[in-house]
Structure formats: C-alpha cells, structure tokens
C-alpha cells in the first residue's frame, strides 16, 4: 500500500491526477487528487471513504464478508477487516473519523450457489454496512445488488465515485 500525499508533487496545477489500479484484495489512501480505481466487482464490494474535512480518500476491493482465520496481511481481502483497515489508514495520514463518509458498489449475485440462503454479494454488502455502522461511517450513496459486474473510479480531489457498469448508464455517487 502506497500513501499518496499533495506536498509530494513538483507537478503545477495543470497536473492531471495519478491513476492508481489496484486489484481483488487491495487498498489504497491518498490525501493528493489520485483517482483510485478497481474493476471486476461481481459478488466483491469496492468500500471507498471520504474525509470532506481534510480531503483523504481511500478505496478497498474486498472479495469475502468475513476474516474468520485470515493470513497475515490479507486483511483487505474481507469486507469486515478490509473496511477497518481502510478506515485505520485513513486515520494514520489524517482524516477526520467525524467527517468521513463512505459510498459503496459490488455485490452482485453473478452466480448463486447459495441454495435459497443469501449469495455472496449479498453477504459482502451486509458486513460492509455493519462495519461501517460500528465505527459510525455514515454511507452516504451506494450501487449494490443486481447481476451485472462494475468498474469504480474514485476521485479524489471530490469524493466522487464513478461506477461503470455493462449495459448501463455510468453513474457519479
């Protein structure tokens, strides 16, 4: 995990913002005007936080709801520890955890293997809400459910997280 930080730049302010990808697994904060960006949710949840204090944003890919017996360093992998990790970040370079504000995408039910119960999708979102809702994070937009994959991009200079979805209109939350 890198921190992206503004005093780090020699670019003037023409400069287009860093793109920074990250994959299934993986998180990213920045308190810069970075675009953080993921693709390939289906059943994953993209979690990005937002402090409209200080600016410092991150963006979280997690796969499964919960880290019962997680490997060292797979935190982000989970939606309950992936949420808490981003949000511990955000803490270290100097959000606000009064003004932070998250917005949510994912969690499709691509393929159900559920037998009735609920699938994976729906799974991840439920842990994402209750982790959020114990560290008093409100969610201020979300994009969730459904069976179609998404594609995030967070901006962070604004808060806004573009979702681009197949066959659908893309979306600012």
Do not use: W
């Amino acid at each position: 995990m890198k921190v992206y930080d503004r005093s780090q730049s020699d670019d003037g302010p023409e400069a287009e913002p860093e793109r920074v990808k990250m994959g299934i697994a993986e998180y990213e904060v920045t308190a810069d005007d970075a675009e953080l960006t993921t693709s390939g949710l289906g059943s994953c949840v993209g979690v990005t936080l937002y402090d409209t204090e200080t600016g410092a944003a991150g963006l979280v890919h997690v796969m499964l709801p919960v880290a019962e017996e997680m490997d060292e360093g797979k935190a982000a992998k989970f939606a309950d520890s992936g949420t808490q990790v981003l949000l511990d970040e955000l803490r270290a370079i100097g959000a606000n955890p009064a003004t932070v504000e998250a917005k949510i995408a994912g969690g499709s039910d691509m393929l159900d293997f559920s037998e009735g119960g609920s699938g994976i999708g729906d799974r991840n979102v439920e842990q994402v809400r209750a982790t959020l809702a114990e560290n008093d994070v409100p969610i201020v937009a979300e994009d969730v459910g459904g069976d179609h994959g998404r594609s995030l991009r967070l901006e962070a200079a604004s808060g806004d997280l573009i979702v681009k979805s197949a066959n659908r209109e893309k979306r600012t939350l």
